[in-house]
């Protein structure tokens, strides 16, 4: 079954606004994902965190993750057109098993 | 260049046929998988292979056989091919678990009809 959940599922925000995505998980896990996908591209890696790391940087990315809430925030800072794109959350607790959710469309608009 | 490829990026075929997609990394990474991605961009496991030994096997019916020749490969045929088998079939790769992430290939849009 699906281990990560995206909120909100869509987010419209005007060029240079930062955006902000949550993502949802049940069951305890080893480290969660961020990944990027461009419309009809495949998934780009972001920024990997661990279960004992509650924040991460990566230019404009900003992670967090909060393992007692099981959630996970992903914020991107001064949006560019370029950053429109759908971004998914991936929990990873079994290794060679990455559960991805459904992700969140994110378009900015100049 | 390309990290991980896939053939053929578009797949248009009939409802009982046999086909197969091809995928190779090039990033010497012992672990390999197949993820499918429906029409609401749900992404689901179908298998992970690591150092060409099937690791997952996320219960898909069997017309689906993954083939891994040697661990930069990972094939997967499709046997009498159905309309939801419909989706965007994605290759990845990776090395060491939970440490780094996932090179993603950038898809085989596949549509029976």
């Known amino acids: 079954s699906q281990q990560g959940e995206e909120d909100p599922q869509a987010l419209s925000i005007q060029e240079g606004e930062n955006a902000t995505m949550n993502c949802s998980y049940k069951?305890?896990?080893?480290?969660l994902q961020w990944y990027r996908q461009n419309s009809g591209r495949g998934l780009v890696h972001l920024i990997l965190?661990?279960?004992?790391?509650r924040e991460k940087h990566s230019g404009r990315l900003r992670v967090t993750l909060d393992t007692s809430k099981k959630s996970s925030s992903l914020l991107i800072t001064a949006s560019r057109a370029a950053d429109t794109a759908s971004y998914f959350c991936a929990t990873g607790k079994i290794d060679y098993k990455l559960s991805f959710g459904a992700g969140t469309t994110v378009t900015v608009r100049a | 260049d390309t990290a991980v490829s896939q053939t053929p990026k578009y797949l248009v075929t009939q409802m009982g046929n046999d086909k197969s997609i091809k995928c190779e990394q090039n990033l010497g990474h012992d672990t390999m998988y197949w993820y499918k991605q429906d029409s609401k961009k749900f992404l689901k496991i179908m298998f992970s292979y690591n150092n060409k030994e099937l690791i997952i096997n996320e219960t898909v019916p069997n017309r689906f056989s993954p083939k891994s020749p040697d661990k930069a490969h990972l094939n997967l045929h499709i046997n009498s091919l159905e309309l939801g088998d419909s989706a965007v079939y994605f290759c990845?790769?990776?090395?060491?678990?939970?440490?780094?992430?996932?090179?993603f290939g950038s898809g085989t849009r596949l549509t029976v009809v």
């Open positions: 990845a790769s990776s090395q060491a678990q939970g440490v780094s992430g996932y090179t």
């Open positions: 965190i661990r279960s004992n790391e």
């Open positions: 069951t305890s896990i080893n480290n």
